[in-house]
């Protein structure tokens, strides 16, 4: 038996504006073969029919992508499932009255048939804990790169355990074991990146998988236990698989701190020939005067300088005990922000991206000659 979702050949793919229906496919030997249309619509140019979801190559919002990944998966398990447990005889409307049953529950049961019969997936309940818990966006953004390495995790034990059969998580069954196992596939998902290339076509990244640290890890696994508490304390499982599960601290090296003198020494770097590795110079040194975190510094505005000084609610502590943070500013950090009063918008200063933000400090400690020898700990070998 094998349920597909397909677009119909006959449609034009180079209408860009245009919208096809996305049909179901059920086969089961020579005896069944039906199609019946899904409530699925979609541009034919974003359907990868061999695969059967959005292309992976092609450019597209990631929650139309996500939205319509997750649907077809859900869409598929619940006919298989549905297929598999029949206790009628196969018509051929069978597969149109089993769509009808999957979008118009209420039409054939009762609310409380609908309760007692529906149990989500892990990653539904994921979805809805991302929903109902209060998270920042930053935290938010991790924890839905963890939901999407538990989908690859899904499709590997489904390809590479079961054959192509497919596989399911449900909070109830997972164990310490199905942690264990999780954890090994987290651990080494760079390789299974070039074994299983179809897992990342189908849940992709912005970038390949890397080799993941032990801190990493533990810092992924934290996220999962924090998402078991949530269902435990709002009445969805009874299961309690961490408790079985030990996990240690992170083990990070010893922090190396710039002196005030070498912190100087950066200010005074003449930069004029690289005018954006500048900028970034006095973003951070402005940074290092005011102690910040650096989600902090990028949300300053102009409303944050007050009678000569920066005033701040940081945003890790705005949620449990919010303090304003008041730090008089100094005669260099005075003229840094006056440097920079005429940038655009509100902003206190120009800042980029985070990402970019770390590449530049290391060319700036590099151009100001800053290069002491110190012992550093590798995060992804422990050595």
Not at 312 to 330: A, D, Q, W
Request: net charge positive; aromatic share 12%.
């Amino acid at each position: 038996m094998k349920v597909s979702l397909i677009v119909k050949k006959s449609v034009k793919r180079y209408e860009t504006d245009s919208t096809v229906t996305i049909y179901a496919r059920l086969r089961d030997g020579r005896q069944v073969d039906m199609v019946a249309p899904t409530n699925l619509s979609i541009n034919p140019n974003l359907w990868d029919d061999k695969a059967e979801q959005v292309k992976s190559k092609i450019i597209c919002d990631d929650e139309l992508r996500s939205f319509y990944n997750d649907e077809v998966r859900k869409i598929k398990s619940y006919l298989e499932k549905e297929y598999q447990s029949k206790e009628e005889e196969i018509t051929k409307d069978w597969l149109k009255i089993a769509l009808d049953k999957y979008y118009n529950p209420k039409k054939y049961y009762t609310e409380e048939e609908i309760a007692a019969e529906y149990v989500p997936t892990l990653t539904e309940l994921f979805d809805e804990f991302l929903t109902k818990h209060k998270l920042s966006e930053v935290r938010a953004k991790n924890y839905r790169v963890i939901k999407r390495g538990i989908q690859r995790y899904e499709l590997y034990v489904g390809t590479a355990k079961r054959g192509k059969k497919g596989f399911t998580l449900y909070i109830d069954e997972v164990t310490p074991d199905t942690l264990r196992d999780m954890w090994d596939f987290f651990e080494n998902e760079y390789k299974y990146f070039e074994l299983y290339p179809a897992i990342y076509e189908s849940i992709p990244e912005k970038r390949t998988p890397q080799p993941r640290g032990r801190n990493t890890l533990l810092d992924c696994f934290s996220r999962i236990r924090t998402f078991f508490y949530w269902c435990n304390d709002n009445k969805k499982t009874l299961n309690k698989p961490f408790d079985d599960f030990p996990m240690e601290e992170c083990t990070y090296g010893t922090p190396y701190y710039i002196t005030i003198d070498e912190r100087n020494k950066i200010y005074a770097t003449n930069l004029k020939r690289h005018p954006q590795l500048e900028i970034q110079r006095d973003i951070f040194v402005f940074q290092c005067l005011i102690g910040c975190r650096v989600g902090d510094l990028i949300k300053m505005t102009k409303g944050n300088l007050i009678n000569g000084a920066i005033e701040y609610i940081p945003c890790k502590t705005k949620e449990g005990r919010p303090l304003t943070v008041r730090v008089p500013l100094n005669a260099t950090a005075q003229e840094i922000v006056a440097l920079y009063k005429n940038c655009e918008g509100n902003k206190l200063l120009p800042f980029f991206s985070e990402q970019k933000y770390n590449v530049a400090i290391k060319r700036i400690f590099k151009a100001a000659g800053l290069k002491r020898m110190v012992t550093v700990l590798n995060p992804t070998t422990r050595e």
